[in-house]
Structure formats: structure tokens, C-alpha cells
């Protein structure tokens, strides 16, 4: 990102770093902000230099990244608050650091291996079964590392086809059971028609037969 400001504009870079450009102008020994109806134009032309530079980043960032500057009134209020959120503070990055330097010092090669085989050892256990099969299958004093990385580069994409295969599976697992669900409401509902018109119909005949009856013997 750097190196990419840098070569489209070297002068954007340096607002970026030091902040933009404020036109001041002295006031009886007193240096006093310059009213916009003040500016001269080599004052507009350094203000434009912070337009482009607050541009070229605001280009450069996702939607996350760009609510969290939105507010940021310069380059370099920006620039300072994506380097803490991306690399943390100098007191985070040293002790990154620090615990880096520590795992490379304990990673050392034993005496009686070569490059390959200290490779295999810095593998997770999940690898454990393809470097297996791989030691029975090759003589690792011999396997080269580019070798030895085209098997493990291989190994890796069947596994994560695996992985997606895998969670493919319950999502249509579910669309299935879904659909079943569905149609056996469906046919619920059906039957709970069907039992409340037969039910109707038969009201309708006790209500006519009452009725008859109550012809057949009035009231005197």
C-alpha cells in the first residue's frame, strides 16, 4: 500500500505521513488559521493534496474498514487508526514479535535430519496420517522440499474439498426434511378438511331431521 501511494504520488505519501497542509498566516508576531477566502494557491494546491490522498485510501478500503475512518477529518488521522486496527499498537507488534522470535528459537533442526523432515515435524496432527503415508512412500533424506510441498499442497485441497462437501451435506439434509415436513402438513391439513366437511354434513342432517320431527308432532 505504501510503495503504491508512493508511486502514484510521492507528495500524497508525505501528507499522509505528516499531516495534512493548514494555511496559516502571521498576525502581529501571532500565527493565525487562514480563512478559506484567504488561501492563495499554493495553499489550494497542498488542501488539494489531502483531498487526494483521503481518496486514494478511502478507494482502497472495504465497507468494515471505511465506517471505522468515515469520521477521520485527515490522511494521517486515518492512516494512524488503520495501523493500530491492522497491526496494534508498538506495545501488541513488539510482543508479536517477541513471541515469534521465541517459537523460531525452540523450531530448530535435530542433528540427524534434513530440511524435509524438520518440515514435517512443524506439521499440525491433523497432518499426522499424510506424513505417514508419505514416509512409507519415499525416503525423506532424499525428498526434496518442493517435492514435498506439492504432496502436502495436493493433500490440503482434498481436504478442504472434504470440508465443503461436508457442510453441503446437512443443508441438504434439511431442504429435504423441510419438503417432507411441509408435505406432511399438507396432507394434515387436507385431512382436517376433509373431517370438518363430513362433520358439516352430517349437522346439516341432524338440524333437517329435527326439524321433521318437530312437524310430525306440534305443539297443541
Request: net charge negative.
Amino acid at each position: 500500500m505504501v510503495m503504491y501511494i508512493k508511486a502514484q504520488d510521492y507528495h500524497v505519501w508525505r501528507v499522509i505521513a505528516n499531516g495534512p497542509h493548514i494555511p496559516t498566516k502571521i498576525v502581529e508576531g501571532a500565527t493565525l488559521v487562514k480563512l478559506e477566502s484567504e488561501w492563495n494557491e499554493a495553499d489550494v494546491k497542498l488542501i488539494e493534496l489531502n483531498c487526494k490522498a483521503m481518496s486514494s485510501l478511502y478507494c482502497a478500503l472495504d465497507p468494515i474498514e471505511y465506517n471505522r475512518v468515515s469520521g477521520c477529518d485527515s490522511t494521517k488521522e486515518i492512516w494512524d487508526k488503520l495501523e493500530v486496527t491492522c497491526e496494534g499498537t508498538n506495545q501488541v507488534k513488539e510482543s508479536k514479535m517477541n513471541m515469534l522470535i521465541h517459537e523460531y528459537e525452540l523450531f530448530v533442526m535435530k542433528k540427524d535430519e534434513n530440511i524435509s523432515e524438520m518440515s514435517t515435524r512443524s506439521l499440525p496432527k491433523r497432518w499426522e496420517a499424510k506424513m505417514t503415508a508419505i514416509s512409507e512412500a519415499r525416503d525423506l533424506k532424499v525428498l526434496t522440499l518442493d517435492e514435498l510441498f506439492r504432496s502436502l499442497m495436493m493433500y490440503e485441497l482434498e481436504m478442504n474439498s472434504k470440508v465443503e462437501e461436508e457442510e453441503v451435506k446437512p443443508k441438504k439434509n434439511f431442504a429435504l426434511k423441510s419438503s417432507h415436513h411441509d408435505h406432511d402438513n399438507s396432507e394434515e391439513e387436507r385431512d382436517e378438511e376433509e373431517e370438518i366437511a363430513l362433520m358439516t354434513r352430517n349437522f346439516k342432517k341432524f338440524l333437517k331431521k329435527k326439524k321433521g320431527f318437530g312437524r310430525r308432532f306440534p305443539k297443541k
